[in-house]
């Protein structure tokens, strides 16, 4: 979802080209719609951020073994079937510019896929042989279900404080940014300061990164993005740009903006919009979420200097090219 992803792909293209073989592999199932739907999903274009991460993370301790695709392969099936779940959820039509799985096979169809590759994940997992990864990673699933439903229960909830919004993306989107990275730490049996560099920079990427997804949502296109823009106004999702308005506005924006959160409508969409582009919310937020990725390259002091590291560094930077 990175503008200037490419330079990753090509400079990984043979690592993404390995995991992207464990995924096919891995998506198969003798059952003929769990194949057609892990495939779609799967293939609808998305630039392996995570698994980017899970391979630059052991490369930066040293460790450059096949264990990492399968375990970067992991990591995307993980990420993909809480993509499902979401789209269920949220009633989405759109995702990455291609109709969701919900959309064209139906909501039992896609939750049931989506189960199929949670399952598919832990056997990967199991096949790493560390209890540790099974671990890190049982605990990061529990986490990022708790903060789904953190956002479930703040739909249309205009009193949220920006703590509990950075706690709600910290759970639902970092927490598998953060195992990403802990899980490379963890395969090239990092120092414990290692392996809590690589954490602390995988939370923080995955928090600028939700930050900026917000963002997007007033202020990208559907080209751009790859969905309906104003899907979290018309969900009724508190994100920061809204709360910015409903604590800095004039009182007649912020009753506005609560108003347009509780009825959980698009119609309020163009006035929503309109008094966000006029204000600071969007400067706010962007600045936010590069305080987030400075502590990110911070904590990657912690490592020896290597290309993997410079790698990393450069992932945490571009996550702000989106907006830029």
């Known amino acids: ?110 939750v049931l896929v989506g189960d199929f590759l949670y399952t598919r994940a832990f056997q990967l997992m199991v096949g790493s042989g ?37 706690q709600v993306i910290q759970y639902k989107t970092a927490k598998l940014f953060e195992a990403a990275a802990q899980v490379g730490a963890i395969l090239g049996k990092a120092s414990p300061e290692h392996e809590q560099a690589l954490k602390d920079y995988g939370m923080y990427v995955g928090t600028a990164f939700q930050i900026i997804d917000d963002v997007l949502d007033y202020s990208g296109e559907t080209e751009e993005t790859g969905k309906n823009v104003g899907d979290d106004l018309a969900e009724g999702k508190p994100t920061l740009p809204l709360i910015y308005l409903m604590r800095q506005g004039s009182e007649q924006v912020a009753n506005d903006v609560r108003t347009a959160l509780e009825n959980a409508d698009r119609s309020y969409f163009e006035k929503i919009h309109d008094y966000v582009v006029r204000s600071d919310a969007l400067a706010y937020s962007i600045g936010e979420a590069r305080k987030a990725v400075d502590c990110a390259v911070a904590a990657l002091d912690a490592l020896p200097d290597s290309e993997a590291k410079e790698a990393m560094i450069r992932l945490a930077r571009e996550s702000l090219v989106r907006v830029s």
């Not at 995924?23 to 609808?44: E, F, H, K, M, P």
């Not at 490369?59 to 990420?79: P, Q, T």
């Not at 890190?136 to 529990?142: G, S």
């Open 130 to 166: 560390s209890m540790r990864i099974l671990e890190v990673m049982a605990d990061a699933t529990n986490i990022i279900a708790e903060g789904e439903v953190m956002q479930l229960m703040n739909i249309g909830n205009t009193d949220i404080t920006e703590e509990q919004y950075i």
């Open 1 to 110: 979802m990175l503008e200037n992803l490419p330079y990753f792909q090509q400079h990984l293209s043979e690592d993404l080209a390995k995991v992207n073989k464990v995924i096919n592999r891995a998506v198969q199932s003798d059952v003929a719609l769990i194949a057609q739907i892990g495939t779609y999903i799967i293939g609808s274009g998305g630039k392996r951020l995570r698994p980017i991460m899970t391979i630059l993370a052991g490369r930066s301790v040293g460790y450059d073994d096949d264990k990492l695709y399968s375990l970067a392969a992991m990591v995307e099936f993980i990420h993909t079937s809480t993509l499902l779940h979401d789209d269920v959820v949220d009633e989405s039509d759109l995702r990455r510019g291609r109709k969701t799985a919900n959309n064209l096979f139906g909501n039992a169809a896609a």
